[in-house]
Each structure stands twice: as C-alpha cells, then as structure tokens.
C-alpha cells in the first residue's frame, strides 16, 4: 500500500514537473517593433534633422565577450550590433595657433613667427636658405666661416680667398606684419583672421566643412541635432530610430515579466523531479516490520 501510495505521487509530480517544462518550451519571447519608426535606415540612407542632412556611413554586428580557450564554446559571448551616423557641418570654426619663435611654411615659403612686440601684431620673417645658396654658387665655399665672433662668406679666387661679411653675402629676409582684424589667404587652403596675438603665440581662426560622426548604440538613446530618438537595430544591417519610447518600456516590462515567470516554472519544474525522486526511494526503503 505504502508503494502504490507513492506511486501515485509520484506519478502527479511528473505530471506537475512535464507539464512546467512544456509551457517554458512553448513560450515565446516578447519581439521588440515599432509601427511607425521616423527613420528605418540601412548604410548608405541619408535623412534630414531641422534641415541638417545625415547619413548612415555604418551599421556593424560583432560577437563581444566569450573567448573560451579551445575545450568548447565561447561562454558569455553577445551579438553586439551598433551604428554610425556622418554630418558635414559646412561652416565650422578652425583655429590655428603660430608659437612666437616657431617655424612655419606659409605661401610654400618658410618664415619664423616673431610676437615678441607691444603692438598686438606678429610678425613673419622669412627663412634665407643659406645653406642651399652657398651651393648654388660656384665661387664660395660651402660653408661660412667664423674670424673674431664675424659670420663670413669664404669667396674664392684662385688661389685666393676673400671674407665676405654674411649680412652684405646673404639677402636680407622679407618681413610681414599682422595685426588682429587682419586676413591671411592661403593658411590651409582658407582665408584666416588674425584672432588675437600674446607674447607666446598668434592665433588665426577660419570657417570650413568639418564632418562629424555619432555613434549609435542598440537599445539606447540618441541625439541627432535638437531631436532624441530611441535606436533599434532589428537585423544586422537595418537601423531604426523612433520616439516610441512607450514601446520600448513596454517590451522590457514583458520580458521581465516572462522572465520571473519562467523562473517559477523552472522552480516547479526542479522541485517536482527532486520530489518524485525522494519519494521512489522513500517507497523501497525496507519496512523495519
């Protein structure tokens, strides 16, 4: 009787266990969509924001995490999928900053930039190469030469040499001045003005195309221009902005939800196997009568 008894338990707790098991089996997870998204966009699709044109210049999906060794699976591994969005902003500021004693080329010309002035202007003086004139011409050496702390130009004839003083040999070096409010062409390829000017250095400021990117992240929020979208990406190579920031709560108040009770069908499920099993054992245990 005690065996029957058990056997009828334990066939209810199989039954009980079976039936949890089959309804986590069948239970579908809450799928993410949007009706109506403002921009379903693949690479390449450009859209407009308050009159500024973007495009999508990537949508990416890579396994992140994982890294298992090689005895078998990529434990924890994730399918992270993710975006960029480009815009060209046609009138960005650019600063240039010249330091006081420093050499730069400008107009394929060399000069030293001079503030050391109270004027509020700078000043280019221009780089002889003295070295490269000195080997152009046949009737000096190719190097000067120093006679009581007096740079010379060794000139040659014959058997004869000559000392030339450097500042009577040598070009004396082109200047130009700038003051803040002034316009210089051609620094990289723009026309630039004269910001302002310190001791330490001249700063120069100019408008041009900049390109800009922003990153776009799955599941999370985005801001393009002055509007916030909710980001999506449903497959590998779409992506979905929207402002169906309901949706999207919704969703994870439903897979929170499936997920607790999924766990109590787990716990049903285990503790119904564990209970069948005790009572099998229980029911051949020998009687002590």
């Not at 420093?102 to 002889?128: K, P």
């Not at 120069?204 to 922003?214: C, D, K, S, V």
């Not at 990153?215 to 221009?225: E, I, L, P, R, S």
């Not at 002055?226 to 169906?244: I, K, R």
């Amino acid at each position: 009787m005690q065996r029957r008894a058990a056997a009828i338990y334990v066939a209810f707790f199989i039954v009980v266990g079976a039936a949890s098991f089959s309804l986590i089996a069948t239970a579908s997870a809450p799928q993410l969509s949007f009706e109506n998204p403002d921009h379903r966009l693949n690479q390449g699709d450009t859209f407009s924001v308050d009159d500024q044109q973007y495009t999508v210049s990537a949508v990416s999906a890579e396994v992140e995490g994982g890294g298992g060794g090689g005895h078998g699976g990529g434990g924890g591994e994730e399918l992270v999928r993710s975006g960029t969005l480009e815009y060209t902003n046609e009138s960005a500021l650019y600063t240039v900053e010249w330091a006081n004693g420093s050499s730069v080329t400008y107009e394929d010309q060399s000069w030293t930039i001079r503030t050391d002035n109270a004027s509020g202007a700078f000043t280019l003086v221009e780089e002889i190469n003295r070295t490269g004139i000195l080997m152009a011409d046949d009737d000096v050496e190719n190097e000067t030469t120093t006679v009581d702390g007096q740079e010379y130009v060794v000139e040659r004839s014959g058997e004869n040499r000559t000392l030339i003083p450097a500042d009577e040999y040598f070009p004396a070096p082109e200047t130009r001045e700038y003051a803040v409010g002034d316009d210089l062409d051609n620094v990289e390829d723009n026309t630039a003005t004269v910001a302002s000017v310190t001791p330490e250095a001249a700063t120069l400021e100019y408008t041009a195309p900049r390109t800009n990117e922003i990153d776009v992240a799955n599941h999370a929020n985005v801001t393009v221009g002055g509007t916030t979208y909710f980001a999506h990406f449903p497959d590998n190579s779409t992506m979905v902005l929207t402002q169906e920031f309901d949706t999207y709560a919704q969703y994870e108040e439903e897979t929170a939800t499936q997920t607790t009770l999924t766990n109590g069908l787990w716990g049903v499920t285990i503790l119904s196997g564990v209970s069948a099993f005790f009572l099998v054992g229980l029911a051949y245990m020998p009687s002590r009568y």
